[in-house]
C-alpha cells in the first residue's frame, strides 16, 4: 500500500518492533512495510473463526447478511483504535432516516486496572449506543452529507462539534477524525475516532492516521453495498484484498508472469493441492513453506495440509479466488499433458488404412508436436522427480518410463512412427549427430535454452542402438538442487561418528562403492560441504558437475579432448590442492594417480563401482595396484545404496518369525515393523523419497596385515565386521526396525548377508 501511495497496512501498526515517535517518522519517509515482533500478538482462534463464514462468502461473492456487515465492523473497530493510538472510536450507520451509533469501542488504556472507572466507561458508551443524530447535524452529519473527511484538532472550539453527546455521555472529547462510509452512490455512515491517546506521545492526529480510516471506511462500505444490494459485484483482485484486510493475512496478486514452485508442488502432490484448495508459493525453511489460500481462515485445511505433507505453513498471502482456481485447472492440463501431446503426435505422424501405419507428409524432428512431445517429457519428468528417462523403441511402438524414487514405472506408449523423429529431436537438443545410428553417443541437453519455463535444468544424454531401434537414456540433473546436509543421508549414529572423524584426517584416500544411482556423489558432496574452509583448497574433477558448490574448484571433465579423470589429477597435483575429488576410479592410470596423491599429503575423495566396502581392495588388486600401496594409502570404503523411505500412511504390522529373524528382532524388542499402504502423496506406491544405508569399513592394523597378503574380499569383510563394521544388510534393517522402511524394500536394495566366519 506505501508502494501504491495510499496508506500504511492497518493491520501491522500495533505490531511493529518500534517506538512510536521513530514510527511516525517511518510513516512520513514511506518506508517498507516494518518486520513484526516476534511475540507480536497475533488475533485469538476465536475472533479468526468468527470470520470464516464471513470471508468464505464475501471470497467467493455469495450473498452478504447483515450479520455479515456486524461482522465486519466489529472485527475493525479495535484494532483501528490501537492503530491510530486513540481513546474511543464509533461506527455510525444511517437508519431510520437519523443517525445512529451502531458500535463504540473504548481504549483499556483510560482505566487500567481501576474497575470502578471501567464501569463508568461503559456506562458512557451504553448511554452512547441508544443515542441518534439527526441527519446533517454536527460533524457526523457534515462528512455524511459532503462525504469528505474531517480532521478537527480543537473540538470543543469547532463550530461543527455537537457539544451535545458530550455533555449526555460524560466523555471530554478534545480532537477527532470522521471519515465517511460511501458506496458508489451515497454515504450510509461514518467512522469517527476521538482523542489522541497520551501513550502515543504524538498530541495530534496526522494525515496518515486519516489515510487508515479512509481504507476501512472504503472497504467496510463495500461490504455494506453487497448487503443493501445482492446484485452489487464485486472485482475478484478487490475481494482478495478486503479478505486480507479483514483476515490480518497480507495480500498478494498473481501477475502473468508468476510461475509455481513446481518442486513444491511435487512435494505437497496436485491432488492435495485440489482438495485443500491450498498452494504451495516459497520454501521458508527446511521444514517450513508459504502458501496461497482464497480464505486464510480455512482452519481445518490448514490442519490437514500440515498433517499430510509434513511441512508447517510459516506465512499465508491472501490470492484471488480466481487465481487459486487457475491453478488447479493447470493441474488438470498437466495431469494429461503428456496424453494431449501424444495425441497430437499421432495425428501428425500416424496414418492408419487397412495394411500400415505411416508417417504423415513432411513430419520431421523440427514439428511442433514432437518438439512440445521432448519437452513435455521432460518437464513431466522433472515434476514427479525421477532421476532418469529412457526412451525404448519395441517392435510395435516406443516406451517412456521413468525412475522414481530408484523405481522404473511406465509413463506412456507412443506411435512406432514417432520414434525417428522424437530420437532425433533429443540428439538436437544433445547437439549429437542425428545421421548416426549404428554407434552410442553422448551429450548434454541445456534445458532452459529449449524451454520458456522457470526450469533449470541440464540432462546427461545416452543413445545405445538396440534391436528394435536406437534407446535414449537421459539422467536429469537439476541445478537448482543443494548437496544435503550429512545428517540428512541416513548415516546411522555409528557410522556418522566414524565418517566426520575420517573425512578431517590431513591425508589418505577415501572410496564410496555402489552401483550408479545409489547416492555416491551426493555423499561426496556433503562431506567435501562440511569441510570446506577458506583455509584449504579443494578441487573436484567431475563427469558431470552435478551440484556447484561454493569455496570450491570444480572441472568438468571433456573426453573429447582429451580430458580425462587421470589427466585432471596430474593437473591438480600442481595447483596446490588439499582435498581433491575425482569423480570415478575406474582406470589402472587414474587409480595409481589416486594413490600417489593420497600418499603425497592430500585427502582425496572418489567412487568405485563394487558391491560392498571389501570388494574395493580386490577392485583396486585386479587394477593392478600393489597391495602395500592400497593398504598405505586407504583411509575408508564405504559401500552405499538407497532405499525408499515408508510413505507416512505407512501401517504397523506384527512380522511372522522368518521376518524377524531377517530384521534382527531381538525377543524383548517394544517397537513395531511397518509395511507399506499407499495414498495420494506416494501415488499409491506406499513411499516418498529415500534415504541411504551404508558400509563403513575402516582401516586398521589388522586389514591393512590382510591387504599385503592379498587376502580375499570375505577374509577382509569378517575382520572389519569383528572390528565393529555394520554391514549393509546390518544398516538396513537397523532403519526398518526404526519404521523408516520396510523388510520388502531392504531386501530389494540390499540381499541378507552370507555367513560370516
Request: proline share 4%.
Amino acid at each position: 500500500n506505501i508502494r501504491r501511495g495510499l496508506s500504511l497496512p492497518f493491520e501491522t501498526f500495533g505490531e511493529v518492533d518500534m517506538g512510536w515517535e521513530d514510527f511516525q517518522l517511518f510513516k512520513k519517509l514511506g518506508k517498507g512495510a516494518p518486520a513484526r515482533k516476534k511475540d507480536a500478538p497475533q488475533p485469538g482462534v476465536g475472533s479468526k473463526r468468527l470470520l470464516g463464514a464471513l470471508l468464505r462468502s464475501l471470497a467467493t461473492k455469495k450473498t452478504l447478511t447483515i450479520e455479515d456487515q456486524n461482522s465486519v465492523l466489529e472485527a475493525t473497530i479495535e484494532k483501528v483504535l490501537e492503530t491510530v493510538q486513540a481513546q474511543a472510536i464509533t461506527v455510525y450507520i444511517i437508519e431510520d432516516g437519523k443517525i445512529a451509533f451502531k458500535y463504540n469501542y473504548i481504549s483499556p488504556n483510560l482505566w487500567g486496572d481501576n474497575e470502578e472507572l471501567k464501569g463508568k466507561y461503559m456506562a458512557q458508551r451504553d448511554r452512547l449506543l441508544q443515542m441518534t443524530i439527526p441527519l446533517k447535524k454536527g460533524i457526523v452529519g457534515k462528512v455524511i452529507d459532503d462525504g469528505k473527511s474531517y480532521i478537527s484538532i480543537d473540538a470543543q472550539n469547532d463550530k461543527n462539534f455537537l457539544g451535545e453527546v458530550d455533555t449526555e455521555t460524560g466523555f471530554k472529547t478534545q480532537s477527532m477524525i470522521t471519515v465517511p462510509i460511501r458506496t458508489e452512490k451515497e454515504s450510509v455512515g461514518a467512522i469517527q475516532v476521538i482523542n489522541k491517546d497520551s501513550l502515543s506521545g504524538v498530541p495530534f492526529f496526522t494525515k496518515q492516521d486519516v489515510q487508515v480510516l479512509e481504507e476501512v471506511a472504503g472497504y467496510s462500505a463495500k461490504v455494506i453495498q453487497k448487503v443493501q444490494n445482492p446484485d452489487f459485484q464485486l472485482d475478484e483482485e478487490e475481494v482478495a484484498f478486503y479478505v486480507s484486510k479483514l483476515s490480518n493475512f497480507p495480500y498478494l496478486k498473481l501477475g502473468d508472469d508468476f510461475e509455481l514452485n513446481m518442486k513444491l508442488v511435487e512435494l505437497v502432490t496436485t491432488d492435495l493441492i485440489k482438495e485443500l484448495e491450498i498452494v504451495p508459493y516459497e520454501k521458508t525453511g527446511e521444514s517450513t513453506v508459504s502458501v496461497l489460500m482464497a480464505n486464510p481462515t480455512e482452519f481445518q485445511h490448514k490442519e490437514d495440509f500440515q498433517t499430510k505433507t509434513g511441512l508447517k505453513i510459516s506465512d499465508v498471502y491472501v490470492v484471488a479466488d480466481k487465481s487459486v482456481k487457475n491453478i488447479i485447472d493447470g493441474f488438470k492440463k498437466l495431469d494429461t499433458g503428456i496424453g494431449e501431446v501424444a495425441g497430437l503426435v499421432r495425428d501428425e505422424y500416424t496414418r492408419t488404412d487397412a495394411e500400415k501405419i505411416e508417417v504423415a507428409d513432411g513430419a520431421n524432428e523440427e514439428s511442433a508436436p514432437i518438439v512440445a512431445l521432448a519437452n513435455r517429457i521432460i518437464e513431466d519428468a522433472y515434476v514427479q522427480g525421477a532421476s532418469d528417462i529412457h526412451v525404448e523403441p519395441r517392435e510395435l511402438d516406443v516406451l517412456v518410463r521413468y525412475r522414481v524414487d530408484g523405481v522404473l514405472a511406465e509413463k506412456i506408449a507412443l506411435p512406432k512412427s514417432s520414434e525417428r523423429p522424437l530420437i532425433s529431436r533429443i540428439k538436437i537438443m544433445s547437439e549429437l549427430d542425428i545421421a548416426e545410428k549404428r554407434l552410442p553417443q553422448d551429450g548434454r541437453i541445456v534445458f532452459k535454452k529449449f524451454t520458456k519455463k522457470n526450469v533449470d535444468l541440464d540432462l546427461r544424454v545416452s543413445t545405445a542402438p538396440m534391436n528394435f531401434g536406437e534407446k535414449v537414456c537421459m539422467r536429469i540433473l537439476d541445478k537448482q538442487k543443494s548437496a544435503l546436509p550429512l545428517d540428512a543421508l541416513g548415516f546411522s549414529e555409528h557410522n556418522m561418528e566414524k565418517y566426520r572423524k575420517i573425512i578431517k584426517e590431513p591425508y589418505g584416500m577415501i572410496l564410496h562403492a555402489g552401483p550408479t544411482g545409489s547416492g555416491k556423489s551426493m555423499t561426496l558432496y556433503s562431506a567435501l560441504g562440511e569441510i570446506v574452509s577458506p583455509k584449504i583448497n579443494i578441487t573436484t574433477a567431475e563427469d558431470p558437475i552435478e551440484y556447484t558448490l561454493k569455496g570450491i574448484n570444480q572441472m568438468q571433465m571433456k573426453k573429447e579432448i582429451g580430458l580425462t579423470f587421470a589427466r585432471a589429477l596430474r593437473c591438480f597435483l600442481r595447483q596446490d590442492p588439499n582435498i581433491i575429488l575425482v569423480g570415478e576410479i575406474r582406470d589402472l592410470e587414474t587409480a595409481e594417480i589416486a594413490v600417489e596423491a593420497a600418499l603425497t599429503g592430500h585427502l582425496l575423495f572418489s567412487t568405485i563401482h563394487t558391491n560392498d566396502a571389501s570388494t574395493v581392495v580386490t577392485r583396486f588388486l585386479e587394477m593392478g595396484i600393489e597391495p602395500f600401496m592400497i593398504s598405505s594409502s586407504m583411509l575408508c570404503a564405504c559401500a552405499q545404496r538407497l532405499m525408499r523411505r515408508l510413505c507416512k500412511c505407512k501401517v504397523a504390522y506384527e512380522p511372522d518369525e522368518n521376518e524377524r529373524k531377517i530384521a534382527q528382532i531381538p525377543p524383548d524388542w517394544k517397537g513395531e515393523i511397518y509395511k507399506k499402504k499407499g495414498c495420494s502423496k506416494c501415488s499409491g506406491s506406499g513411499y516418498k523419497g529415500r534415504i541411504g544405508t551404508h558400509e563403513l569399513l575402516i582401516m586398521c592394523e589388522e586389514i591393512r596385515d590382510l591387504i599385503n597378503s592379498r587376502a580375499t574380499a570375505q577374509q577382509i569383510k569378517v575382520v572389519a565386521v569383528k572390528n565393529g563394521m555394520e554391514t549393509l544388510h546390518d544398516d538396513s534393517m537397523l532403519k526398518v526396525r526404526q519404521g523408516i522402511t520396510s523388510i520388502e524394500e531392504a531386501l530389494r536394495v540390499v540381499k541378507v548377508d552370507e555367513k560370516r566366519d
